[in-house]
């Protein structure tokens, strides 16, 4: 079995979750999996590679668990992009659409510096708009782009369009 193999095996389907119609793809059997996990953060980093990166930013709430051992292992520093209200110190907010209504999304305003380079992870890329609105606000901040990292693509949904021009890696096409 490949290692793309192993991983797709580790993430659960569950139907209707958290809305009917929607097909949630739980990835905790993944990050209990040690080999699986630390599968998913080594090729992040190789893809982006050590060294390349000042800031790695992890959205809220399951970008944080990958993103983390990501900005550790690439060396950079991490930054949280929150839903709104949950920040403590100033920031810039974006807002974005969901399947139903509206969200936002927000950074600390000295969470990224003008120049640094900037690399974006979450779970799961669907419409796209959430890891939009996080280059949105990175890009308002003055950082550079590295890229978008994800462990799933949701294909069908055709995300990758709304980061036209941005680099974008995902582990498992779904
Ligand atoms: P989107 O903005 O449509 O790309 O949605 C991506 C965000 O919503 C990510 O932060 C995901 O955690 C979450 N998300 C959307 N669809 C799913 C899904 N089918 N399974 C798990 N998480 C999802």
Known sequence: MTDTERLRNLIREIPDFPRPGVG???IT?????PVAFSTVVD??????????????????????IVAAPVAYHCGAGFVPI????????????EPYVLEYGEEILEIHRDGVLPGERVLIVDDVLATGGTAAAAVELVTRLGGKIEGVGCV???????????LDGVEFFSLLRM
């Open 152 to 162: 799933i693509e949701l294909e069908d949904l055709g995300g990758r369009s709304k």
């Open 43 to 64: 090729l992040i980093v190789v893809h982006f590679g050590r060294g390349n990166i000042d800031k790695v930013c992890g959205i809220e709430a399951r970008g944080f």
């Open 24 to 26: 949630f793809k739980d």
């Open 82 to 93: 929150r839903k709104a209200g949950k920040l403590p110190s100033e920031s810039e907010s």
């Open 29 to 33: 059997p993944l990050l209990a999996d």
